[in-house]
């Protein structure tokens, strides 16, 4: 029997609330949904956020599951890069007991080309295997863009083979994206995956506004609304098959399962979390949180 992976947040969805109440007060909030972990994204690690999260530790038993890093900073992001940050970040991993670091993309000149790929992949193994050696995991996280095909091969394969010493955090809404099966993907990288993003994949309704602009001849407009029906969702709300990938998760030995949105479509954070936790709960997976 696979052991239970813990469901959390990933708390990109949370940066408007930590820059306006503050890290513990958000976790708070988090908490009393009834989430007990998170993984920190897009909030800068600041001296006084870095002390919130090791006080929401302490005083609501949250797990900082994993912290986020880049390979280098692009300019107005937080956030801290393995190039020019190395040992805060370990620093910080080691105070707040994260073992768990993950890289959210590849930077954008790095899609350019098949060679820029593979300079990303064997620069980040560097810095992987260094980590190590404090005990720290570095892990690699997909969109969609990394389901495009080199020679026939996808671009999120070339990154793991120029990059052994890294692992998968598999995000199931962009692999559908990416027009590959979630639950097959994960199989795939069942050894190196210890993070899984639980985020759904929604068909939404056609907007009002839609069918005026075909009233009023702009046909082009009209087929742009059809074409970005896509929709992200809370889980349980789009089409994707959750108790299969969270069954494939822990196949595959995922310790964290992480709850994110990009989108909310005019829902609050608040909702969205709560609504993708009473989902899961009624999916039986209340003792994963």
């Known amino acids: 029997m696979a052991n239970s992976a813990t469901i959390g947040v990933q708390a990109m969805m949370l940066k408007d609330s930590f820059a306006e109440i503050g890290p513990f007060e958000t976790l708070r909030k988090v908490s009393a949904i009834g989430y007990n972990a998170v993984e920190i994204s897009q909030i800068p690690m600041t001296p006084d956020n870095v002390a919130e999260l090791d006080r929401s530790r302490a005083e609501l038993g949250m797990d900082i599951a994993a912290l986020s890093v880049m390979l280098e900073k692009p300019e107005g992001r937080p956030g801290e890069s393995l190039r ?43 810095y992987a295997e260094r980590l190590q050696e404090h005990g720290i995991s570095l892990y690699y996280h997909n ?3 990394e389901f495009a095909k080199f020679d026939g091969k996808y671009m999120l394969d070339i990154i793991a083979e120029n990059s052994p010493a890294m692992g998968m955090e598999i995000d199931v809404h962009w692999v559908q994206r990416g027009g590959l099966d979630p639950v097959r993907t994960i199989e795939k990288y069942a050894d190196r995956t210890a993070m899984i993003h639980l985020k759904d994949y929604r068909i939404g ?16 407009g009209f087929m742009q609304e059809f074409k970005n029906v896509v929709q992200f969702a809370e889980v349980g709300e789009g089409n994707l098959d959750f108790p299969a990938i969270i069954a494939a998760a822990e196949a595959a030995g995922a310790r964290y399962m992480l709850v994110e949105q990009d989108e909310l479509y005019g829902r ?7 609504t993708s936790h009473d989902n899961l709960v009624a999916m039986g997976f209340a003792d994963r949180f």
Do not use: C
Request: aromatic content about 8%.
């Open 268 to 274: 609050t954070v608040w909702g969205a979390l709560q």
């Open 143 to 145: 969109h969609h863009i």
């Open 205 to 220: 309704s056609m907007p009002e506004a839609a069918f005026d602009m075909m009233g009023s001849g702009d046909f082009s």
């Open 84 to 126: 020019n940050d190395f040992d805060k970040i370990v620093d910080d991993a080691r105070r707040l007991d994260s073992k768990l670091l993950r890289i959210g993309m590849l930077p954008f000149p790095a899609m350019k080309s098949i060679e820029a790929v593979i300079d990303f992949a064997k620069e980040t193994n560097g």
